[in-house]
Structure formats: structure tokens, C-alpha cells
């Protein structure tokens, strides 16, 4: 379970990236979080990884307190929680099998992970989780020969490869076409669904919220100021959320 209790973030130039936020996030709960850039969504998601420190408030993730943890309790966090960022973030000159084995490397000496000595167990976890996204075939091609859609779903199965108890996606759809987009939200839905594993997803679109969301949470200013099921997450809402109100440029194609 993820808990937030009066969570404030505030950065050294005194911008708030979180303003007394609380949120409780039952195991298992497919999340979407949704609101303009600057809003607070990427602080939420680098504050539960404890990257950013919490200013003032509580948050305990897994059953541990991050506010103020030391360094090897924050190792801890971390080595339950699978990150999935919007640029992918793989390492490009080397094949798709070595990237998702870099899941595993918090588990592993490092001096293994330079050499490629991997164990037949870990690199069967590696093919489990292509498998889960549908792309083993791949796994001796080289990342820097695959699409944008193959990419993240390579950055997905590196984060499972992992055995996360927590899945952390920043903007992973941002840079994809609609389709492709859809794809990889169906990829992520399904391993929750699944593997019970929690799962917070940043997005921009309100509309991919509403669709593949349990429960969708509304930032605006580093606050809270949405939290229900994709239905109730109506016209007003994206006001709430927006400061304006819906247009069709809000909307992706065939999502009207």
C-alpha cells in the first residue's frame, strides 16, 4: 500500500511540487493521474520513489516510511517499485535481452551485470516478462532497430523483470501515435490485472484516464483536486483539472 499523509514537496527555489496531498493507494489499484505540465504529477511519482525528499508529511510505501528514510531503507523502496519513463530510457547499442536483465541488476553483484554473466533462472524471468508484452521474438534485436511502441514495451518488461510489488509510469504514451498509444496502456492494464501488481500511470489525456483508470486522480497546482472512478470524471472535472473546458483537441482520435 502507498499512503500520503499531509505530503508536501517543496524544491530548493521554493517552487511546491506538492501541497498537502493525502492519498491512500490500496495493493493492486490501477491508478491514472492526470493534469497540465506543472501540476504535480511527475513530483508524486518521483516523491513515492523516493527521489524527491518529502518536505513536510508522511508517506510510507511497502509498510516503510520514505520521509527521512537513510539511504539503504530508500534502496529498499526502490527495489520493490518498477520505473517506466516517457523517453524509454533504454540503452540503445545493446540488444533488447540485455536491457530487460538490467531489471534485475539490484538483485545481482555488479561486476555480473558488466560481464553479461546471467544466471539461466534470471534470464528466464527476462523472457517471461518479453512474453507479457509480446515481443520474446525480439529479444536478441537490437533497441535502437525497434519503434516507439516496441520500445516502451521493452521498458515495461525490464520494470517486471524486476518482480516489483509497485509500477511507477511517467508520461509513458506521451510520445506515441494514438494506436500505439492504446497498445501499451492495454499492456500495462493487463499485467495489473494480472499480477495484482499497484500501478500509478501519468497522463495528459482525460480520456485514456476514463478508459483503462480503476480510480483517476486530478492534479492542479500541486494538489488534489479529483479523485474517483473514470466515470464521475466528467466535463466538470476536466474543468477542475484544466482550468478550462473540453474541446476536440482534448480528445484523442477515435476516443470521442
Avoid at 59 to 72: D, K, P, T
Amino acid at each position: 500500500m502507498i499512503e500520503l499523509k499531509g505530503v508536501t514537496v517543496r524544491y530548493p527555489n521554493g517552487v511546491v511540487g506538492l501541497d498537502d496531498v493525502s492519498l491512500t493507494i490500496p495493493d493492486g489499484q490501477f491508478v491514472v493521474v492526470v493534469g497540465l505540465s506543472g501540476a504535480g504529477k511527475s513530483t508524486l511519482i518521483r516523491t513515492i520513489n523516493g527521489l524527491v525528499p518529502v518536505t513536510e508529511g508522511s508517506l510510507v510505501v511497502n509498510g516503510v516510511e520514505v520521509a527521512g528514510a537513510s539511504n539503504r531503507k530508500l534502496r529498499e523502496v526502490r527495489s520493490g517499485i518498477g520505473m517506466i519513463f516517457q523517453s524509454f530510457n533504454l540503452v540503445k547499442r545493446t540488444s533488447v535481452m540485455n536491457n530487460v536483465m538490467i531489471g534485475q541488476m539490484h538483485d545481482i553483484p555488479l561486476w555480473r551485470s558488466f560481464l553479461g554473466a546471467w544466471s539461466a533462472e534470471e534470464k528466464e524471468i527476462a523472457y517471461q516478462s518479453l512474453e507479457r508484452v509480446g515481443i520474446v521474438e525480439k529479444a536478441w534485436t537490437r533497441a535502437s532497430q525497434l519503434s516507439g511502441g516496441q520500445q516502451q514495451r521493452v521498458a515495461i518488461a525490464r520494470a517486471l523483470a524486476q518482480d516489483p510489488q509497485v509500477m511507477l509510469a511517467d508520461e509513458p504514451v506521451a510520445s506515441l501515435d494514438p494506436p500505439t498509444a492504446q497498445m501499451v496502456m492495454k499492456d500495462l492494464q493487463r499485467i495489473n490485472r494480472d499480477l495484482s501488481i499497484t500501478t500509478l500511470v501519468n497522463l495528459h489525456f482525460l480520456d485514456l484516464a476514463r478508459q483503462f483508470g480503476d480510480r483517476v486522480i486530478g492534479m492542479r497546482g500541486g494538489k488534489v483536486v479529483f479523485d474517483g472512478t473514470g466515470v464521475e470524471a466528467d466535463d466538470k472535472v476536466f474543468e477542475d483539472i484544466y482550468g478550462r473546458s473540453l474541446t476536440a483537441d482534448d480528445v484523442l482520435p477515435g476516443q470521442a
